[in-house]
């Protein structure tokens, strides 16, 4: 999937964790498709290693452990969009919030256009909707109709942001966002099995071993799982993400569904990396740090061609217990990709 197809998985992952699509989660075929069916994890073997395997776990590891430093960091500013002096809203929000709302404008305003006919009806206490029609009027381009649910979502939002705002300093998911360290843990995965650098890093350089998952299409597992956005674009405006994910919650409501906004922006706060790390091909594993993911099948395991004999020898009797296949990588032969041998 390219950047803007995991934009539109990680919406829908969102939307989709409603009562309804979760009743019915193994009839949703088009979005299920979308999940990947294998993803592999490199690991050393540590203290851990044997363990993992023989219990039956992902560790989620806390997000102040990741490789990259500046993984996961948001910038909180609220002033940029809210006047706690008037308890109102400010233009630049107005001009955020229109962006989301209509990106391309409405009828033949521009977005720039309707950036200025939204601030002429704005007034203290919120949208003059005597003025409205008037605006609307002098325009001569659009009814009051086609203009509406624009309004009564910017009347909204400017009613309920305090709220929001105070909402967020308790809500877990807003401290989570803020300051995700110690409490967002997040298990990293792969698309690949071949890759020579995560071998390097995250394999021990090649003494360690890589799990082949077998990704179950579970309530448990697909709601937690989303795909790595690799860009360089700056992306990790708390306060912006906020008002997309809020807002595209009350959006739909309130305009009967005239308006869609992106609700799937707050997982891009934990779901994105820079491009430098695109080799990765990365899926995530998220929820609360230091937890335990039970939910995935071993179908294979592959050693790296330096691993230890005591190693690779406790390795083939868990592979007997537990059924899955035991591969080892080949020693390099003069050829540039990586193959493996069939133990069991």
Known sequence: MNNKEKRKY??????????????????RK?????????????RPFDRYAFEMIEEGYAYLAPVKGLDDPFDCLNDFTINDFYNEKTH????????????????????????????KLALQCIKEDGIDYEKVPKVVTSNGIMTRTEVEPLFVVLNT????FEGVIESAKLDGFA??????????????????????????????????????????????????LCPVIYTKRNNNRFIEK????????????????????????????F?????????????????????????????????GFKVKKSNESKMKKLAKEKGFSL??????NGKKRITYSKII
């Open 10 to 27: 990680m919406t829908d992952l969102l939307v989709f964790q409603s009562t309804p699509f979760m009743s019915e989660f193994e009839t």
């Open 30 to 42: 088009d979005f299920l498709k979308k999940t990947p069916i294998i993803l592999y994890k490199y």
């Open 88 to 115: 109102k809203i400010t233009p630049k929000a107005v001009d955020f919030i229109i962006k989301l709302v209509c990106p391309k404008g409405i009828q033949n305003l521009s977005p720039k256009e309707v950036k």
């Open 157 to 160: 939002f400017n009613e309920n």
């Open 175 to 224: 401290k989570s966002a803020m300051s995700p360290g110690d409490r967002v843990g997040i298990c990293s995965l792969s698309e690949k099995r071949d890759n020579k650098v995560m071998w390097s890093l995250y394999g021990n350089n090649y003494e360690g071993y890589c799990i082949e998952y077998d990704i179950p299409k579970r309530q448990e597992v697909t709601p937690n």
């Open 242 to 269: 906020m008002i997309e994910y809020a807002m595209g919650a009350f959006m739909r409501a309130v305009t009967d569904g005239h308006l869609t906004g992106n609700i799937g922006a707050s997982m891009e706060l």
């Open 271 to 303: 779901c994105t990396k820079d491009t430098d790390w695109s080799y990765q091909a990365e899926w995530r594993l998220i929820a609360n740090a230091g937890g335990r993911f039970p939910y995935l099948n071993i179908k294979a395991v592959y050693l």
């Open 327 to 332: 591969f080892k990588m080949n020693p390099p």
